[in-house]
């Protein structure tokens, strides 16, 4: 399954949900970023390393794929990993979840189920060769887009109520949440948000402190 939406939307949320009503939801759940410009920091991470692999791997690590196997693992930014990451991760999924680690030549197994996410498309990416059609096609099996809040303004009285509740213990009520009245809600409900989800949770938070 393939996420699309703005930052701060939800993606990782909505991952974790996916998860929980999977067959695999008693399994482990991983996230990571593939952000980074580090190839050799996204590797490790992502597919572990043999001791000795670089200067400093005094002892073999597993990575987020075998720390998953069994459940699932959410890779967020797939548009941003390198061409070299890319093409690892195309052998992964085609080949059933076959990877070699940094530094190793003998290769590893595992049985997960990836979640991507990507904030723009990817198929402007394929465009620009900026990203491996064959990766394309194989993590669009199935695309879910997120709106962005701007566009579901209807939801945002109800996460105001939820954040608040969730979060007023350390916003210094330790007993019950604040009240937000009509005037407020609909101020909240007229701003663009543009860092969405994210930047509303910080906005409540900012509220109660």
Not at 88 to 104: A, N, Q, R, T, W
Not at 172 to 197: C, H, I, K, M, S
């Amino acid at each position: 399954i393939l996420l699309e939406g703005e930052r701060g939307c939800g993606k990782t949320v909505l991952a974790r949900h996916v998860h929980e009503l999977s067959p695999r939801r008693n399994r482990p759940f991983r996230a990571l970023s593939l952000a980074a410009a580090d190839d050799a920091l996204v590797g490790s991470d992502l597919f572990g390393h043999a001791k000795g692999a670089f200067t400093g791997a005094d002892h073999a690590r597993p990575g987020a794929i075998v720390a998953a196997a069994g459940g699932t693992l959410f890779l967020d930014e797939i548009g941003k990993a390198s061409a070299l990451v890319q093409g690892k991760l195309l052998h992964v999924v085609e080949e059933d979840g076959e990877f070699y680690p940094v530094g190793s030549d003998r290769p590893t197994r595992a049985d997960v189920r990836f979640l991507f996410a990507a904030n723009e498309g990817l198929d402007a990416l394929v465009e620009q060769n900026r990203f491996l059609a064959d990766l394309r096609d194989r993590v669009c099996a199935f695309a879910v887009r997120i709106p962005p809040l701007r566009e579901r303004a209807c939801d945002i009285s109800d996460l105001v109520r939820h954040v608040a509740s969730v979060r007023a213990p350390r916003c210094g009520y330790p007993d019950r949440p604040p009240a937000f009245d009509d005037t407020l809600l609909a101020a909240l409900e007229n701003d663009a948000w543009p860092g969405n989800v994210r930047e509303l949770v910080a906005a409540v938070e900012r509220l109660m402190i």
